[in-house]
């Protein structure tokens, strides 16, 4: 790499913090400072997307403003410097994930494109009439609809994993549906809707042995635990930026050199080819086979600075912090008659989805955001999830590394409103 201009400092005010300081990191966070409808804003809709720290939106800010161009192409001094970022950008990405090279981090629009390209391009290539692919009943819609799409086109079967009354996957119901039919494993490795952490890594050695290749969509899973794709075994593993504090609209699908090297393109273009003539053209080998067109450039430049700054927070801090949340969060929420959560794993991520007997949960979402609470309700693009647990709905408080045990306070008092108006 030529040069590199050194962004601003990232990581909670330096990058040397011993002990996990919420309030610094929260002053990293303009938008935390306001309020709304006179009420300081708790931000508890992590799991949809994060806040960006003042870090990610200053170098953002600082690659428009002094060496935007577009990368790759240029012989000129500003798209060296972009193309010099972009490419940190990506080595940044295969630091976080101790992936073996940079070579097998490829940017995409998100973890939805991310799956979508491998269902597409290692589905054709490799998958046929038979086979079959494992699923888990608490994926999210983007783990569940490119496999079906791929269903429908080759003819392939899809097979899924149940999970029990807590949201925990069914280990053994999941070894007894694996067979030597089975040709790929696609898992969350935490679900978005309960919270639930998924035994992945021996998910994936169960894979191995019967020769299925595994997807881990890892979308809430890199926010708030350190992954180690190597250690995990994983052959391919997808988040998005927009959750790990990042910008939208840049995700990384991460594969096994050889596995992405024997794919054929996603989709045609500029960048991603050696020669074309109107016979015939030739691609580039990963990752650049799998990028056409201009890439999200300054996006990946924020992603690589959210990487930095979660980095030098250090993830078990991250971990341990959100932890601590979790657990006070379930214990004051499990206080309020005619609460239920959703989700009861041992394992679990910091979201905490719960139905209440008198209240939808809309009703509930609107009460609390007049307390300034965000929180999410719906079906978290996991209606089979809702469909287990009988429910439409659920509201869903997801904490980041910025929240506050006095905020789970001001959430439970909020849903205390909730059951004055509706009992
Ligand atoms: C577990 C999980 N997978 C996939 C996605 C899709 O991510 P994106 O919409 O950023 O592509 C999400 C987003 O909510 C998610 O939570």
């Given amino acids: 790499m030529s040069e590199v201009i050194e962004t601003s400092d990232v990581g909670a005010g330096d990058n040397s913090m011993l002990a996990f300081d919420v309030e610094r990191?929260?002053?990293?966070?303009?938008?935390?400072?306001?309020?709304?409808?006179?009420?300081?804003?708790?931000?508890?809709?992590?799991?949809?997307?994060?806040q960006k720290p003042r870090q990610v939106i200053e170098a953002m800010n600082q690659a428009y403003e002094t060496y935007y161009s577009n990368v790759h192409r240029g012989v000129h001094r500003l798209s060296q410097l972009?193309?010099?970022?972009?490419?940190?950008?990506?080595?940044?990405?295969?630091?976080?994930?101790?992936?073996?090279?940079?070579?097998?981090?490829?940017?995409?629009?998100?973890?939805?494109?991310?799956?979508?390209?491998?269902?597409?391009?290692?589905?054709?290539?490799?998958?046929?009439?038979?086979?079959?692919?494992?699923?888990?009943?608490?994926?999210?819609?983007?783990?569940?609809?490119?496999?079906?799409?791929?269903?429908?086109?080759?003819?392939?079967?899809?097979?899924?994993?149940?999970?029990?009354?807590?949201?925990?996957?069914?280990?053994?119901?999941?070894?007894?549906?694996?067979?030597?039919?089975?040709?790929?494993?696609?898992?969350?490795?935490?679900?978005?809707?309960?919270?639930?952490?998924v035994p992945i890594k021996d998910v994936i050695a169960r894979a191995?042995?019967?020769?299925?290749?595994?997807?881990?969509?890892?979308?809430?899973?890199?926010?708030?635990?350190?992954?180690?794709?190597?250690?995990?075994?994983?052959?391919?593993?997808?988040?998005?930026?927009?959750?790990?504090?990042?910008p939208t609209g840049i995700g990384v699908l991460y594969g096994k050199s050889d596995l992405l090297n024997a794919m054929p393109p996603y989709q045609g273009g500029g960048e991603m080819i050696t020669t074309v003539t109107f016979e015939h053209s030739g691609y580039k080998s990963a990752p650049h086979r799998f990028e056409a067109g201009t890439p999200a450039i300054v996006e990946a430049i924020g992603l690589g600075t959210a990487i930095d700054y979660v980095t030098a927070i250090g993830m078990d801090n991250?971990?341990?912090?959100?932890?601590?949340?979790?657990?006070?969060?379930?214990?004051?929420?499990?206080?309020?008659?005619?609460?239920?959560?959703?989700?009861?794993?041992?394992e679990k991520a910091s979201i905490v989805a719960f139905v209440m007997k008198s209240a939808h949960a809309h009703d509930i979402g609107t009460i609390v955001d007049r307390a300034g609470v965000a929180v999410r309700a719906g079906h978290h693009c996991a209606q089979p999830v809702m469909a287990r647990y009988g429910v439409s709905a659920t509201a869903r408080a997801s904490f980041g590394i910025y929240n506050r045990r006095q905020e789970v306070d001001v959430l439970a008092a909020a849903i205390g409103q909730v059951r004055e108006i509706f009992g």
């Fill in 25 to 50: 990191v929260r002053a990293d966070f303009p938008i935390l400072e306001q309020t709304v409808y006179g009420k300081p804003l708790v931000y508890l809709d992590n799991a949809a997307s994060s």
């Fill in 82 to 197: 972009s193309t010099d970022h972009f490419e940190a950008a990506r080595q940044k990405a295969a630091s976080f994930l101790n992936a073996a090279s940079e070579k097998e981090i490829v940017f995409t629009r998100g973890a939805t494109e991310a799956i979508n390209l491998v269902a597409t391009c290692y589905g054709r290539a490799f998958l046929q009439a038979g086979d079959e692919i494992v699923i888990s009943h608490m994926e999210h819609h983007s783990n569940i609809v490119p496999w079906q799409l791929l269903r429908d086109q080759i003819g392939i079967e899809l097979k899924v994993v149940p999970i029990d009354d807590d949201g925990q996957l069914m280990f053994e119901d999941y070894e007894r549906l694996l067979s030597p039919r089975t040709k790929m494993v696609a898992m969350t490795h935490v679900s978005n809707a309960l919270g639930s952490i």
């Fill in 208 to 246: 191995h042995e019967m020769g299925a290749a595994v997807l881990v969509d890892g979308c809430q899973a890199v926010p708030h635990m350190k992954v180690d794709v190597q250690d995990l075994d994983a052959d391919f593993y997808v988040f998005s930026s927009h959750k790990l504090y990042g």
């Fill in 318 to 346: 991250i971990t341990a912090h959100e932890s601590g949340l979790l657990a006070y969060a379930t214990e004051r929420l499990s206080q309020i008659p005619g609460l239920e959560i959703h989700g009861r794993a041992r």
